[in-house]
């Protein structure tokens, strides 16, 4: 399971199952503690979406992290199309 946290800092935060690296921390450990996903600090987001083994982020641009991330847009929205 893939976890977020968003503080009124702006920062966000994941942790949870990492196996395929879908908490977008750049490796592929499971993480227990809270962690900054330091590559999205400078960054706005609006969206978050997660599933089994993938994350999306909505920044402006697309960001997604996993296994078999595919998306596509759908009037406006980002939707997954599976693998």
Known sequence: MVSWLFPESG?????GANGEGQLGLGHTDNVSRPTV????????YTKLAAGADHSVILTGILVSEGIFCRVKQVNGLFMETGN
């Open 11 to 15: 920062k966000l935060y994941s942790f």
């Open 37 to 44: 996903i330091e590559s999205l600090e400078d960054q706005q």
